[in-house]
């Protein structure tokens, strides 16, 4: 069966094809009336918008891409639904792509937003060291786009970030406060601003206190967490206090402190870095740094669509406070 078009519909009500695409923008040059009656013709007749073809003949398709690590998990699916909230107020649909922390499932996603004639790019990278020729690709191509949460750590592109640094040594500094000394972080994997300088925040206090840093690398993933407890248990070599770089590592830790009959914080004290939401539902609840979210994710949208529509670019960063969350487990 053939689309409807435009044309379908004037026909059928004898009219011109000029005032059924006007009655369909709500254009003030038809009377409300026929706006009314062309509306209902194209809704029983099953008219659907060519989005394509309006958008070459606009030059712009109101749509913005947004790239994150993943999406099952509260952070990112409520970034996502920030997201779309501001853009839509903003006249831009979205398009979420998942790049599941996959350098080369990222260069993908650039790709087929690209391909799609996005306006603009948000991207929360993956960690990997050598990605600037991808975003490389992004400003060949003269698409818009800015780095949200994380950024590589060598860009000097336009990106919306926290003070990684400063929370992670305010945190760090709270757990030597409360007497522990040895304390391990669980950092992230390298390239990325939030493994470098949540990194830097720890060492840095612990420099200060004179205390020996205990660095492990994760994947940011939650049997990262539990897999290095397991295995410092089983070196005997537990430390008195773990710091994780993001909640997910720190539930981790949690699952195998349970399994090993380790008590939190009698035997070791734990803290994350995110609050996601199940944080505070951890027995006992998860000291951790909170994220404004939904002011940092409103800030993007709105720089973006300002670069969009002024033709602009930038390499400024915004940096944004975290809300350090004292709870149960140190």
Excluded: W
Excluded at 98 to 114: A, G, Q, R, V
Excluded at 197 to 208: L, T, W
Excluded at 270 to 287: M, R, W, Y
């Amino acid at each position: 069966m053939a689309k409807v078009s435009q044309k379908d519909i004037a026909e059928q009500l004898n009219i011109s094809r000029v005032t059924v695409t006007k009655a369909l923008q709500d254009h003030p040059d038809i009377a409300l009336k026929t706006r009314e009656t062309v509306k209902n013709k194209a809704s029983e007749m099953g008219y659907v918008p060519d989005f394509i073809g309006r958008s070459l003949v606009q030059g712009q398709t109101y749509t913005i891409g947004i790239i994150l690590p993943k999406i099952a998990h509260s952070f990112f699916a409520s970034a996502v639904e920030y997201f779309y909230e501001y853009a839509n107020d903003k006249g831009y649909n979205i398009i979420p792509m998942i790049s599941f922390e996959d350098p080369k499932k990222e260069m993908k996603n650039i790709e087929t937003l690209l391909s799609m004639r996005v306006d603009g790019i948000i991207i929360d990278t993956s960690g990997n060291e050598g990605q600037i020729d991808t975003y490389g690709l992004i400003k060949k191509s003269g698409t818009k786009f800015l780095f949200f949460d994380r950024a590589p750590v060598n860009s000097n592109d336009s990106a919306v970030l926290l003070n990684d640094r400063e929370a992670s040594n305010q945190l760090t500094k709270l757990l030597i406060s409360k007497g522990y000394k040895k304390i391990c972080h669980l950092t992230g994997p390298e390239g990325i601003t939030i493994t470098s300088e949540r990194c830097k925040g720890y060492e840095d206090a612990m420099n200060e206190a004179a205390l020996e840093s205990l660095v492990k690398t994760t994947h940011m993933m939650k049997r990262d967490g539990y897999q290095i407890l397991m295995e410092m248990a089983e070196a005997g070599d537990l430390p008195e206090a773990i710091f994780a770089a993001n909640d997910s590592v720190a539930h981790g830790v949690y699952e195998a402190a349970q399994e090993l009959g380790i008590q939190i914080p009698k035997d070791l004290a734990v803290a994350g870095f995110g609050d996601i939401e199940t944080s505070k539902l951890l027995n006992p609840p998860l000291t951790t740094v909170k994220i404004p979210l939904k002011d940092m994710a409103k800030f993007t949208i709105q720089k973006l669509i300002d670069m969009i529509q002024n033709d602009t670019t930038t390499s400024s960063r915004t940096i944004f406070n975290g809300e350090l969350l004292i709870r149960e487990s140190l």
